[in-house]
């Protein structure tokens, strides 16, 4: 049997985006029911509103394998972290080898879920990049183990470029950090501490947000007046202007319900790096921007000209 052409780019891209909208239709934090609790217990139990780690409910057992999604090539790993932790983490290798790029994705995912949720989205980059994508899950989150806060968090992104720098398959290729959400700020911040020249070549960050006392208000409006006990900080707007040197992509979902698109608009504004693109997406939600036209094509754009060129 004779085999079909491939398809056009641009449909490959949205058809495989559309289909993996199923694993990604998840909360960016817990149900707005918890709204009275949040206000109530904002300080001794935030952790647990900031990080739904059990979203879905079977979230730490089932996290879905690369097989499942026709990857062949892969590897699960786990990871040791300085503070006695392990992180489950999937490394990508691309499909076409001959065509592969010195590229390699370090990808941060959001607040709910794990890793294997967002495995459509690292097939679709290693297709349209032919690049490497290393994909990590936080302490607490799916298989990896220990429980998760703002400190853990940026211990456990600092683990994953530290093994991407010792790694002898990847130490040599161009690192490309990409956050979506609390993903974003997780890279902001693992860059601001790595600006020395050569170790990342590019930012990718997609519907993220100011800091966390700034977004309650616009989450669970009856905590925002409870905000500044929020000891969870990622303040993003804070560190993002140390970063100048290192090429920024921002990905804004217009229609994002869960991070007003104000605050993306207003890091690209406080942005410094001499290389910024903004790019958005007109029906992009919190979850479902990856399936929007042109939001691969965005970041093939940015990798190739500016990150790596």
């Known amino acids: 049997m004779s085999e079909s052409p491939p398809p056009p780019p641009q449909w490959n891209v949205a058809t ?138 940026n211990i456990d992104s600092q683990t994953a470029l530290d093994y991407l720098r010792n790694r002898a398959e990847t130490r040599n290729t161009k690192i490309v950090v990409y956050g979506q959400s609390l993903g974003g700020a997780v890279a902001i911040n693992l860059v601001a501490r790595n600006l020395e020249k050569g170790v990342i070549a590019g930012l990718i960050l997609e519907n993220t947000f100011l800091c966390i006392r700034k977004l309650i208000p616009s989450v669970f409006p009856p905590a925002r007046y409870l905000a500044r006990l929020c000891h969870q900080y990622w303040s993003s707007e804070d560190v993002l202007p140390k970063i100048e040197k290192i090429p920024i992509l921002f990905l804004s ?34 979850n479902d921007s990856v399936a929007e036209p042109n939001y691969f094509d965005y970041i093939r754009e940015f990798i190739v000209d500016y990150a790596i060129d």
């Open 16 to 153: 495989m985006a559309g289909n993996a909208m199923q694993f990604l239709r998840l909360p960016m934090l817990a149900s707005s029911g918890l709204a009275v609790i949040a206000s109530s217990l904002l300080y001794f139990k935030q952790n647990e509103i900031i990080y739904p780690r059990t979203v879905p409910v079977d979230a730490r057992t089932n996290v879905p394998k690369a097989s499942s999604f026709g990857i062949s090539d892969y590897e699960d790993l786990h990871i040791p972290t300085p503070d006695g932790e392990s992180l489950n983490a999937l490394f990508i290798r691309p499909s076409n080898k001959n065509a592969a790029r010195d590229v390699t994705i370090l990808m941060f995912h959001g607040n709910a879920g794990n890793i294997g949720h967002r495995i459509p989205i690292a097939k679709v980059l290693t297709k349209a990049l032919n690049c490497n994508v290393f994909m990590l899950e936080y302490r607490g989150y799916g298989l990896s183990t220990g429980t998760p806060d703002e400190r853990g968090l």
């Open 253 to 286: 979902g217009l229609k994002d319900e869960m991070i007003p698109p104000s605050h993306m608009l207003r890091l690209y504004e406080l942005c410094k790096a001499e290389t910024k693109l903004w790019r958005e997406l007109p029906n992009g939600g919190h």
